[in-house]
């Protein structure tokens, strides 16, 4: 933008040329000053520019700027309203009027104003169709939003504000018939028939959805994301064979995140749980997740093989898991008390102990140590470990005479009666309902 209706480039050769150097050194003092973010300073130059000349928009511009950065609302506003009057089909002098209306929260002024801007770019008509919706004017919103898509094509910002729309208000029945023309409009875009998935199902229009999902599978074979949905009608309708089809296609993708697979993966746990001749296909399924998502799934299939009470095998799938994620507490314990049920007690001291230097605090790791450590007849080693550990318990009955019981133990095999008596009735007051 020019700065100044002034050619700073003038030879002075009288009165004017005085004047205009006057007003150069001036304005340059003004901005210099903004630039150090000396905005009074500025703000006294710019001043001093409009005593010499009055009919300049751009001094007005600077002076509003300035204002706002000072706090003085009213002063700017009035400057930047000035500069728009000087001139107002200036884009940058609205857009700036526009900015500070949206940012005092002052929607009624901005949407007056962005009114203005919209001729300029159409980005300017999604502001527009924005604050409309802030304002509660959806029927404007969706008009503006409707012509935005027509003319440049879906977009997901806009959609966002859309779906905001109509969750404000309850406007189901819209979204759903907006989301049925683009399917018919475009019947090649694989989003849109998603999109209207998603929307059925969320209306409880199950029938609708599967036939929309099975539309988009015959258009679109290579889909993947499909199957998402997919997997779950197929479960309702008690097709177990398509259903696992869908989830191995699922767990496989590269096109699904690593969230939706453990969703997907836990609904397979749960499915086999009920039928347990498809476990093969449970094991296949987990092997196709990729290194990076597999942790997850292994610890699905470790808690899979514990409510089969295949203790065995769901060590080793949780062996696995802690493979991948070494800090994962959760899946350490596991791995811990079940080395302990299947009397690995080696393995269970060694891990254990290891495990105690990455997390000195936490009890249970004492308790499992102490186990162990009793269990490979080393007492004493025990009775270290368990007195440490107990003091970190708080408010764990339980667990305080799982303590007590293991000391007793302990003592016990030192040939400490009277220790291990002491302990073993710490046990049994513990245990004791009150």
């Known amino acids: ?24 050194e001036l304005f340059y003092e003004a901005l210099k000053q903004k630039g150090i973010e000396n905005y009074d300073r500025s703000n ?38 000035k500069s728009v ?7 940058w002098f609205l857009d700036e009027l526009y900015g500070f209306y949206a940012a005092q929260n002052d929607y009624d002024k901005a949407i007056k104003t962005v009114k203005q801007l919209v001729k300029y770019h159409p980005d300017y008509k999604e502001d527009l169709a924005s604050l409309y919706v802030r304002t509660k004017k959806y029927d404007n919103a969706l ?20 779906n905001k729309i109509y969750a404000a208000t309850g406007r189901k029945k819209d979204q759903i018939k907006n989301l049925e023309e683009r399917v018919e409009s475009n019947p090649d875009k694989e989003s849109n028939y998603l999109a209207l998935i998603f929307r059925y199902s ?3 229009e199950k029938d609708k959805a599967f036939e929309t999902a099975k539309e988009l599978l015959k258009v679109n074979p290579e889909s993947q994301l499909v199957h998402l949905a997919l997997y779950k009608f197929y479960l309702d309708e008690k097709d177990a064979d398509r ?38 296909d449970l094991v296949e399924a987990t092997s196709m997740v990729s290194e990076n998502d597999n942790e997850k799934s292994l610890s699905e299939l470790g808690q899979y093989y514990l409510s089969k009470n295949n203790k065995a095998k769901a060590l080793e799938y949780f062996e696995l898991a802690l493979k991948q994620d070494s800090n994962n507490l959760g899946i350490l314990r596991n791995v811990l008390l079940l080395q302990i049920d299947l009397q690995q007690y080696k393995l269970a001291e060694e891990k254990s102990t290891k495990a105690l230097e990455k997390y000195p605090s936490q009890p249970i790791l004492y308790l499992i140590n102490g186990v162990a450590l009793n269990q490979l007849n080393k007492p004493k080693e025990a009775i270290a470990s368990l ?29 400490n009666t009277a220790k291990a008596k002491t302990f073993s009735d710490k046990t049994k007051q513990l245990q004791t309902p009150n």
């Open 1 to 24: 933008m020019n700065y100044a209706q002034v050619d700073f480039n003038k030879k002075p050769n009288d009165d004017l040329g005085d004047f205009e150097d006057k007003f150069q």
């Open 44 to 81: 006294e130059a710019l001043l001093k520019c409009i005593e010499l000349d009055n009919s300049i928009p751009v001094l007005y511009f600077e002076l509003g700027k300035n204002h706002s950065k000072l706090k003085n609302f009213g002063a700017a506003e009035d400057a930047l309203k």
């Open 85 to 91: 009057s000087l001139d107002p089909d200036n884009e």
């Open 143 to 162: 008009e503006l939003l409707d012509e935005l898509d027509a003319a440049f094509g879906i977009s997901v910002a806009r959609d966002v504000m859309r």
């Open 202 to 204: 969320e209306n409880n």
């Open 243 to 280: 259903a696992i089809e869908s989830m191995k296609i699922v767990v496989k993708s590269t096109q699904i995140k690593p969230e939706a697979k453990q969703k997907v993966l836990s609904d397979f746990v749960n499915f086999v749980k009920e039928h347990p001749q498809y476990e093969t």
């Open 387 to 415: 007195e440490i550990g107990i003091d970190y318990i708080i408010e764990d009955a339980k667990m305080e005479a799982d303590f007590y019981n293991q000391l007793s133990k302990a003592y016990a095999l030192l040939n």
